[in-house]
């Protein structure tokens, strides 16, 4: 219940007075809809269905007063009175019914920007121990169960308000039947807690179903050629039956609850509402318009307290999605990158870096898990002087790819410093050290739009011809100007149209686009054919001097114009030199890094 406390809070944060002049609507709405019943009374002794006894009447005696108005004045003065008030109350409901859709969807919006604007600051780290599929379902699936918790907590507000108020209308005409109504809803209350207890169970199964299903199909569409290559489509239906049916189960099981829960509510109001009319009319010998008010007051109120468990027990259900909301939102605010995360609203206007010096790893440390003592990283030192281009090269696991995360600022070392023109990244010059880095992954990610907004997604002001310019240099403008749309293409999802060595290309346009101080590939040139590698190759070549690049490479015929290689083996740098000096190094790691890769080149 804390986490939807918490929730509730942060709803009254953001509402403000408008909550509480919705609640003071609901109010005189509630009082609006009591005074419509009360006229019923009088408009049923009036036109003679029954007959005004103001002494059992009780405190409603005053409507006999009606009797001295001519029966169709009366008739008149009351229908008039009852349609005002029935159009007022209903204008009024539709006025509150509105106000709380705007502050419903306002608080949406908030809750939906905020999970995701956290979740968007947190390390890189963070990404690496969660599932995609298990961050999607709770931005969409958990998210939406707790805007549907918020909706079903402000129908309760109105209808526990509604209850209040006609249980005081109800005092005021029958303290002694009121009261005991009021004894049978809180016997309700008792019985239906066992409701709410499989209702909250029920919501834990609903979402443990709904994000294995998630999470199984992201699995598999992501996978799709692994299936029809390995011939697994009847083991993933058979996977997908089990699943269905468990869901299906959980689904019947929870209607079953409503249903009993329903039948439980309509049997007792049905039982107590024939009890009362026949104690009354058997042992206190009670008139037609007395009995008739006694059944007014339970038809209004035993809907009332049915209608609150009902909104308890859906609330239950939903119980589990706040918990699971609240926990991602203290684990991305235990892993948030204070630098980028802390940005004001004029983060936009931050100025890259530039760097005239080199970028440098100091006794640099990094392990992923605390608690076991293998460390990706060792008292690391390196220097990458400015605007040349250093090579790191080494065996797999290595730690080639920590160390390019290390550099880029996705991931903080557990000692050491990392340090740009002598002055450490820390959470104050983050996003600029970010924005001027240009990065190129081995496996190239493009988003499902066309290729000029791909690039424009760098650099929303680039011109026509920087676009072209950045095509150019990444040896794509050929094949793109032959595309049925030239630039405009849509390349589908991941750029899924493209071959792979043509987005590997758009994606380096890209990221030279915006033309960063620090240029950054990751095996980049990995799925370039011969050609595209050497028109690569020659671009990089016209960039020494006026940009720092860094190649993460496995073949290491491409980094034969390094100015500086570094080799790296387990965590920390073997050793660094041009391609001359270490293929020259007889007992070098290089040398036989290249041995293996069937280079003799330079090998005595």
């Known amino acids: ?114 999970t995701y604007r956290v979740l968007l600051g947190v390390q890189w780290t963070y990404y690496l121990s969660r599932r995609t599929s298990e961050l999607v379902h709770l931005l969409t699936t958990e998210l939406a169960r707790v805007m549907g918790g918020i909706n079903l907590f402000l129908t309760f507000i109105t209808s526990l308000l509604f209850t209040l108020i006609q249980i005081g209308v109800a005092f005021w005409i029958s303290p002694g039947m009121t009261v005991a109504i009021l004894c049978c809803g809180a016997l309700l209350a008792l019985l239906s807690q066992r409701y709410i207890r499989k209702s909250k169970a029920l919501g834990s199964r609903g979402s443990q179903l709904a994000q294995q299903y998630l999470t199984g199909i992201s699995d598999q569409l992501n996978g799709f050629k692994d299936i029809k290559s390995n011939t697994l489509e009847r083991s993933w239906l058979k996977w997908l039956q089990n699943l269905t049916y468990g869901t299906m189960q959980e689904q019947l099981e929870y209607i079953r609850l409503r249903m009993n829960s329903q039948f439980l509510y309509k049997l007792s109001s049905s039982l107590l509402i024939a009890c009362f009319i026949f104690v009354s009319y058997h042992y206190f010998h009670t008139q037609g318009q007395s009995i008739l008010i006694v059944i007014l007051l339970f038809a209004r109120l035993w809907p009332r307290f049915t209608s609150l468990q009902s909104n308890l027990e859906q609330m239950a259900t939903a119980l589990p999605a706040f918990l699971a909301l609240q926990k991602l939102n203290d684990e991305c605010m235990t892993w948030s990158e204070k630098g980028i995360l802390n940005a004001d609203d004029n983060a936009e206007a931050v100025k890259p870096l530039r760097i005239s010096e ?128 030239g630039i405009d293409t849509v390349i589908g999802e991941r750029g899924i149209r493209l071959s792979g060595g043509e987005r590997q290309r758009i994606v380096l346009a890209r990221a030279i686009i915006s033309r960063p101080s620090i240029l950054v590939l990751d095996e980049a040139t990995s799925a370039l054919d011969t050609e595209n590698e050497r028109n690569i190759q020659l671009s990089l070549e016209r960039l020494k001097g006026s940009m720092t690049v860094l190649v993460v490479a496995h073949r290491l015929s491409t980094v034969r114009n390094a100015d500086q290689i570094v080799v790296i083996q387990d965590g920390t740098v073997a050793e660094k030199g041009t391609y001359e000096e270490l293929i020259a190094n007889a007992n070098g790691v290089f040398r036989r890094l290249a041995s293996n890769q069937g280079i003799t080149e330079g090998i005595a």
């Open 1 to 114: 219940m804390r986490s939807f406390a918490y929730y509730m809070k942060q709803l009254h944060h953001h509402s403000g007075m408008q909550l509480y002049v919705n609640i003071i609507g609901m109010v005189i709405n509630s009082f609006l809809e009591s005074a419509g019943l009360l006229l019923l009374v009088p408009m049923l002794g009036v036109s003679g269905i029954i007959a005004f006894d103001p002494e059992s009447l009780g405190r409603l005696g005053f409507l006999s007063e009606l009797q001295r108005f001519p029966q169709s004045t009366a008739i008149l003065l009351i229908l008039g009175v009852y349609l005002l008030v029935v159009i007022g109350q209903n204008v009024l409901y539709r006025t509150i019914s509105i106000r709380n859709m705007i502050i419903q969807q306002n608080y949406s919006r908030k809750l939906r920007y905020e």
């Open 358 to 485: 080199g970028i440098e790893c100091r006794s640099l440390s990094f392990r992923y898990h605390y608690d076991q003592p293998v460390y990706a990283l060792k008292e690391l030192n390196l220097w990458v002087p400015a605007n040349r281009m250093t090579a790191i090269v080494g065996s797999s696991g290595a730690g080639k790819s920590t160390l390019i995360d290390v550099i880029m600022g996705l991931m903080r070392g557990e000692s050491g410093e990392l340090l740009v023109d002598g002055q450490a990244i820390n959470e104050h010059n983050l996003l600029a050290y970010r924005r001027a880095i240009g990065y190129v992954a081995q496996d190239p990610f493009l988003y499902h739009a066309t290729i000029r907004e791909n690039l424009l997604m760098i650099d929303p002001d680039a011109s026509e011809d920087r676009l072209w310019e950045a095509l150019t240099f990444a040896s794509s403008d050929e094949f793109v100007r032959k595309l049925p749309q």
